[in-house]
């Protein structure tokens, strides 16, 4: 089973719609989570973390975690097609004494004008 | 900052040549770490390092994969013998605290084995 899943996608929405990405994780007791957006030909750049139970707004970007239906999902509102890119999910992992940082495959997003 | 910084950018070499990829991670930041990006695998963890001591190398692949970090400010991958099924994007990232609140990743190096 893999750590942290997401769909493949490609995930195509219509400019000025919200995106919804998702992601599952496996580890029961992660503690941190991030979204990471990664362009093609380019390395991933951060662009949300979450810690807690809930939502958290930056921008036109909404981060949700529910601990316990071990679940993160990313909102991406009045999407742009510059918003096209592949999103990784990334979770905190415990093991052997050390936290490391699983990523998933990522969801490919596409924003069409 | 510069960020941490990689090289080469790209690395084209033949079948059981000795590949070095380089990294110098931001200063300051404690925790190194080596990917491996593939369309089929996604973004793999290779191994990391904390405070220049590798703490999980799990993610290694084989014997011809190593990796070094002699000082706070540099850190090697070492593929010998290079296959053509180790052609990925490989990244260097750095962290300053184990919580990965600053986790940022170099531009990568595009490694073809031919």
């Known amino acids: 089973q893999k750590e942290v899943e997401q769909n493949s996608g490609p995930l195509s929405v219509p400019e000025g719609a919200i995106a919804s990405l998702n992601c599952t994780y496996s580890?029961?007791?992660?503690?941190?989570f991030f979204w990471y957006r990664q362009y093609s030909g380019k390395s991933p750049e951060l662009i949300m973390s979450?810690?807690?139970?809930g939502d958290k707004e930056d921008g036109r970007f909404t981060a949700q975690l529910n601990k316990a239906s071990q679940y993160v999902s990313l909102l991406i509102r009045d999407s742009q097609p510059s918003d096209s890119a592949t999103y990784l999910c990334a979770v905190t992992s415990f093991s052997g004494g050390y936290n490391k940082l699983i990523f998933g495959a990522g969801t490919r997003l596409a924003v069409h004008p | 900052d510069a960020g941490v910084i990689q090289s080469p950018r790209h690395e084209v070499t033949e079948m059981g040549q000795e590949v070095t990829l380089r990294c110098k991670p931001i200063?300051?930041?404690?925790?190194l770490f080596w990917y491996r990006q593939t369309m089929m695998r996604g973004l793999e963890l290779l191994i990391y390092f904390n405070n220049n001591v590798p703490i999980d190398d799990s993610g290694m692949p084989e014997d011809r994969f190593s990796a070094k970090m002699p000082n706070a400010s540099f850190s090697t991958l070492k593929i010998q013998p290079s296959e053509p099924r180790d052609s990925a994007v490989y990244f260097c990232a750095s962290s300053p605290d184990r919580a990965f609140s600053g986790y940022t990743f170099g531009s990568g190096t595009r490694l073809t084995v031919v």
């Open positions: 200063s300051g930041h404690d925790y």
């Open positions: 979450i810690y807690s139970n």
């Open positions: 580890d029961r007791v992660s503690q941190s």
